[in-house]
């Protein structure tokens, strides 16, 4: 039994080795990553230009866990969406940059595992996001 507007995504066995699944769910061109024992769904491509996000490294950056855009290197944090950058103060260049998460860039969506088998839970594509303009429907 499914909750509210959850669409079923995979098998969890359907992982093996590897840790990143993409699939169209709903219309959507979408991307399961798994790190360690957890699962995290974004769209495919990236919010900064378009590129395939799916395809980058899984990366952690200042104990942020990101996906690492392979076009641009623009990094995405799987949990919330956000750019993440090292920022400097332009006003004190002996000072080391610093790890920032920035704004909500790219759009994420709920996981849950039951039984074996992976769920997700869409959230809108309204245009809100910069994602959201590289997301739509692309036959994988």
């Known amino acids: 039994m499914t909750e509210d507007n959850e669409l079923f995504a995979c098998q969890v066995s359907d992982f093996g080795a590897q840790n990143k699944k993409r699939i169209s769910l709903g219309g959507r061109d979408i991307f399961i990553v ?32 990101c996906m690492v855009c392979p076009w641009h290197k623009y990094k995405v944090c799987l949990n919330t969406g956000q750019n993440y950058y090292q920022s400097v103060d332009p006003h004190n ?26 769920y997700v839970k869409l959230s809108p594509l309204d245009g809100s996001l910069d994602s959201d303009h590289y997301n739509k429907h692309k036959d994988i």
């Not at 790190?35 to 104990?63: K, R, T, W």
């Not at 002996?94 to 595992?113: E, F, I, L, S």
């Open 34 to 65: 798994k790190v360690s024992q957890q699962y995290y769904a974004l769209d495919s491509f990236c919010y900064h230009a378009g590129g395939p996000l799916y395809n980058g490294d899984i990366e952690d950056f200042g104990g942020r866990t």
């Open 93 to 118: 260049l002996q000072k080391p940059p610093k790890w920032t998460a920035g704004d909500v860039r790219q759009r994420t969506h709920k996981v849950t595992v039951r039984d074996g088998s992976i």
